[in-house]
């Protein structure tokens, strides 16, 4: 036998209690939607995990009333070390049940269970945690002193890291004082509904978070839906569009945090095994579904050859297959639609003349699988250079000068995240001020900390999410009136950011 | 070794790679040229490799391939030929209660103690080829290193008259860190001159990089490299004196300098992780970044070892678990 043909290890799921049929969140519990149910499959066999109710517009403006009562009755009314108690329950909760939630998510995702593991469901954690410090703090938040909340936000999630968006969402709006109705993407809604199950076990009151599964309708009649204060939406950049457009000239407040192209790029000096790894976590990690991944691999000339070598040969050591196996690296695509954009986006970029290579590997009969790619002898001009794939899809370009490199990353309508390698301090310093991306790594790639904002340029979106920043989104100066459009100090805050950001130009 | 016997002195393909001399400025040129390492991404990497889950038929070819590959150790002061013959007694029967456990690679001694080990040995003695054990024997004014260079010789020269197959050097630490990297190469050239035998082959040369004092993986890998240029068959991170000894992170960079010799130049060289490895599972670790670092072909005795004493033990209570199907304990193995 071979080592490294290792035997099985999955994760088993006994752990899961799962429901045949999930009803929509509203008010503290789970109830009959009105819109036609739905499946939702494992992405990795294509079997029904559950059946999940759907939010029509009835539904959406109950979940709404919901919220609204209980802003006004309990939320915005309770001591900010209150709610900072129900968030520190939350977190407690979501650790204690680590390992099912981990095993919902690849499940339904069809992520790697490493990955729900040992990223996903411990930054929902720690998101929690820290947004818990948060709430008895407001005062320090950059709002002024009693910054109030804005009252019910509509939340709407992806499908790339459901429960780790979930938190991203809620975690903030709760501490600030606001009510949610979330809707968790059509394809994977499981572990939202889990959640929910979390906040009956908190003793979260009812109404606080509401949670409506559906489809692209039941997201717009959350976002039109008079009584909401606030929007938040985290998906592509078209859907975002409609979203801005929608909102225009309402009061409602707009936090958009859509898709990227972000440039990896690798000078000559970079430390060079550290960099593979980096390039292969910067866009296979979660088979590519990352809106922030490193698609563009930007390298210097003189290393081209070697870095392409050396990349060729660690990819050929990923395994791809069961998410729920504990040694997978790449897991199942999401969707037959996602498979589709990824496959048609990849033909493209061969008929467009780069060269495609793929490592050997058996692809799974059943579910929507697609090997690690990579594209070499790409232009900025082919499309994969320019549109997101959104899959395990890297397009290698090269550079001859830290100009070259600034200019080449820069020039995409994305501006949402780059990496940098090399092992000179002062030119990573010098290049990350000239990149317009809104999270910058050095040395390293797709981290992600709470106490971290993260958050766009251009295309990629606006508004920031995690640390103080991510609560501005939530936050309005004392005294401000629901029916003021545009508060002044979040707009000062928010143009503070644009400052700091478009001065290092 | 059939293949030792190929090697000159110094290594010819580092004459090749210099295009000529090789002197302290070349060899800082070269060293220095070395792209660095991330401790943060290698960590992070090393820690990856960690959590892969070896499970079932997996867990027991590893659990007899880490027995395979042991350096059965003792180095004490207090060694006396009691000691190494019931040392070597554990590296012939390893589990008495089961005559399928395999043997392990070699025992590991100080110099005197060579001609009791390879007395002990008798019959079951390699004598340097894979049917056996062979005597691995640390030299060169071990573990500290500071010594003159002709101590240093005779005591490699002693050992290998001995009879030692294999010897355990150290590098002079205080030379590299000073920046003398050429005083160390001509050590380690001068060392494997002294491992040649009368009949004209050579102990096979184990070069003892002692990382938890070179600190930074930047040296490490700078010392991985000017051992394997000045012709060491082996790399081996640590006496087991010195803390930390033997890390996952540290034995993945050398890895990774062997993987890309074995890239420039075909030859294989092999690592030796000594030192703070006791448990089978942490054993596990270091064949799952082995095999995925430089390839499964390079878990034989001849390209990977583990210097330990109480990794041997663990090891076979895990093997008797897998057996029978529940734990026994330490009273169930021999101490040696």
């Known amino acids: 036998m071979s080592f490294l043909d290792y035997a099985p290890a999955p994760e088993s799921t006994a752990i899961l209690n799962l429901k045949s049929d999930y009803g929509l969140f509203i008010n503290g519990e789970f109830v009959d939607g009105h819109g036609t149910p739905f499946a939702t499959i494992s992405p990795a066999t294509e079997k029904t995990i559950a059946t999940i109710a759907s939010a029509n517009d009835e539904d959406v403006d109950r979940a709404v009333a919901a919220a609204r009562r209980a802003y006004d009755k309990t939320w915005s009314r309770m001591s900010g070390a209150d709610r900072g108690k129900y968030l520190f329950r939350i977190a407690r909760l979501v650790q204690e049940r680590a390992r099912e939630l981990a095993v919902a998510e690849s499940l339904d995702n069809g992520k790697p269970i490493k990955e729900s593991r040992d990223v996903d469901v411990p930054l929902v954690a720690a998101w929690f945690f820290y947004y818990a410090g948060w709430a008895d703090k407001l005062d320090y938040a950059g709002a002024g002193a009693n910054p109030a ?25 709760l501490a600030a004082g606001n009510t949610v109705v979330l809707k968790p993407a059509e394809t994977t809604p499981l572990t939202a509904l889990l959640f929910a ?59 958009l945090e859509l898709g990227g192209k972000a440039a990896n790029i690798v000078f000559d000096d970079a430390p060079i095994d550290q960099a593979i790894e980096g390039i292969v976590n910067g866009i296979f990690f979660n088979q590519g579904h990352v809106c922030c991944a490193g698609s563009r691999l930007l390298v210097q000339e003189s290393i081209h050859d070697e870095v392409v070598d050396r990349l060729k040969e660690r990819l050929s050591t990923l395994r791809l297959g069961d998410p729920l196996d504990k040694n997978t690296d790449i897991g199942a695509v999401n969707s037959a639609a996602q498979l589709d954009r990824i496959r048609t986006l990849s033909d493209i970029g061969e008929a467009e003349g780069a060269e495609r290579w793929s490592p050997d590997c058996v692809i799974p009969t059943d579910g929507f699988w697609f090997p690690p790619t990579i594209f070499t002898n790409v232009s900025t001009s082919h499309r994969i250079a320019r549109d997101e794939v959104f899959g395990p899809v890297l397009s290698v370009l090269t550079f001859r000068t830290p100009a070259e490199a600034i200019a080449k990353a820069n020039n995409t309508p994305y501006g949402l995240s780059a990496g940098i390698w090399s092992d000179k301090g002062s030119r990573i310093l010098a290049v990350a001020d000239k990149l317009r991306a809104g999270v910058i790594w050095a040395n390293t790639f797709n981290r992600f900390d709470p106490a971290s904002p993260f958050g766009g340029y251009k295309e990629s979106g606006y508004g920031r999410e995690g640390g103080r920043h991510g609560l501005a989104a939530y936050l309005k100066p004392a005294g401000t009136a629901r029916t003021v459009t545009a508060s002044p100090a979040s707009d000062a805050t928010d143009s503070a950011i644009t400052t700091t950001k478009e001065s290092a130009k | 070794m059939t293949e030792t016997q190929k090697a000159l002195v110094p290594r010819p393909t580092a004459l090749e790679l210099f295009d000529g001399p090789v002197t302290d400025a070349s060899l800082r040129r070269y060293l220095e040229g070395i792209p660095g390492v991330d401790a943060v991404g290698l960590e992070q990497r090393a ?200 890390t996952l992170p540290v034995t993945l960079s050398m890895l990774e300098v062997v993987r890309d010799w074995h890239r420039l130049t075909g030859e294989k060289i092999g690592v030796k992780p000594a030192g703070g490895i006791r448990t089978s599972k942490d054993a596990i670790k270091y064949l799952v970044t082995v095999a995925e670092t430089v390839g499964e072909e390079w878990l034989q005795p001849h390209l990977f070892r583990f210097g330990a004493s109480s990794l041997l033990n663990d090891v076979l209570l895990q093997r008797q678990k897998m057996t029978t199907g529940h734990y026994s304990g330490a009273d169930y193995v021999t101490i040696d």
């Open chain 1, 149 to 173: 909340s804005l009252g019910v936000a509509g939340q709407i999630i992806p499908w790339n890291f459901p429960l780790l968006m979930l938190a991203w969402k809620i975690a903030p709006a």
């Open chain 1, 197 to 255: 199950e979390i906040l009956q076990q908190a003793d979260l009151p009812p109404g606080v978070v509401n949670i409506v599964t559906g489809a692209g309708a039941t997201g717009s009649a959350i976002v039109n839906h008079p009584d909401v204060n606030k929007v938040a939406f985290t998906g592509s950049t078209n859907v975002g569009r409609g979203i801005a457009r929608a909102i225009a000239g309402t009061d409602k407040r707009v936090t």
């Open chain 2, 47 to 246: 820690a990856n490799l960690g959590s892969r889950s070896i499970k079932t038929t997996s867990k027991k070819w590893a659990l007899d391939k880490i027995i395979e590959l042991i350096d059965l150790t003792t180095l004490e002061g207090a060694d006396t030929p009691g000691k190494v013959r019931s040392l070597v007694a554990k590296a012939i029967t390893p589990d008495a209660s089961d005559s399928s456990t395999p043997r392990v690679a070699a025992v590991c001694v100080y110099g005197d103690m060579v001609p009791y080990a390879v007395e002990a040995l008798g019959v079951h003695h390699a004598k340097g080829t894979d049917s056996g054990i062979n005597v691995a024997a640390v030299a060169t004014a071990f573990p500290s290193g500071r010594a003159s260079l002709a101590i240093k010789l005779s005591d490699t020269a002693d050992a290998v008259d001995a009879g030692a197959d294999e010897i355990d050097m150290v590098i002079d630490r205080g030379a590299f860190l000073s920046g003398r990297y050429g005083q160390v190469y001509d050590e380690i050239v001068a060392v494997k001159e002294a491992c040649r035998r009368s009949d004209g082959s050579y102990a096979h040369l184990k070069v003892i990089l002692e990382t938890g004092e070179l600190n930074t993986y930047d040296n490490v890998r700078r010392a991985s490299w000017l051992a394997i240029l000045a012709g060491g068959d082996f790399i081996k991170t640590s006496t087991g004196k010195v803390a930390p000894a033997a």
